[in-house]
């Protein structure tokens, strides 16, 4: 198999239903997906190097297949395709989030992307899901999409942050907190 067709070097790609430029706003939309699921692969790999996140490397490889799953939902160009990515997904990283959050400690101001290099891959990862989301919404402003692709990105990006924190706490590495920070985030009251 030869892996260059020579049918884009004019500027164009296939999708699913027909051909556009190559910065057409669903190229760029799933083509910023598969950057971020490109960094994802970068944390997956060293957070591996880690028995403490043997758990979380395995949710990060099942994030990549459905970071596969919502650009391939994304590359449809006619609507009424058949879609991959459904609410489970987004509602499974929502029990994820719950425990890395209780698994680190509590925070009230801002903290700053780093600690671990685990954690400092987590938060490339927040970072680039955050663009993948902003794409997605300039997108379904212009195409009917699926929206379960939005919501999951959505819930992705606070995943991401909740394990960056809990790849800290599992490696014994404190967050750094923004020094300028107002107090942001609200604990729980106490019963």
């Known amino acids: 198999m030869k892996l260059y067709t020579r049918t884009g070097d004019k500027g164009q790609t296939s999708l699913k239903g027909g051909r556009v430029r190559k910065d057409d706003i669903r190229v760029e939309a799933y083509g910023t997906i598969d950057e971020l699921n490109c960094f994802v692969g970068q944390a997956a790999a060293e957070a591996a190097k880690h028995t403490e996140l043997a758990e979380m490397t395995g949710w990060l490889i099942d994030i990549q297949q459905e970071l596969f799953d919502c650009g391939s939902d994304l590359a449809f160009a006619a609507p009424g395709a058949p879609m991959k990515i459904d609410a489970e997904p987004a509602g499974r990283l929502e029990g994820w989030i719950d425990k890395y959050t209780a698994e680190a400690p509590e925070i009230t101001k801002f903290i700053l ?37 939005l919501t999951y990105l959505n819930r992705l990006s606070d995943f991401f942050f909740a394990a960056a924190r809990a790849a800290n706490a599992k490696l014994g590495v404190a967050d750094t907190e923004y020094v300028r920070s107002a107090d942001v985030f609200r604990q729980p009251k106490k019963k």
Do not use: F, Q, Y
């Open 113 to 149: 992307p780093g600690g671990s290099l685990v954690a400092a891959l987590l938060h490339v990862c927040r970072t680039v899901c955050r663009r993948a989301e902003r794409r997605v919404v300039t997108l379904a402003a212009e195409h009917e999409i699926n929206a379960e692709v």
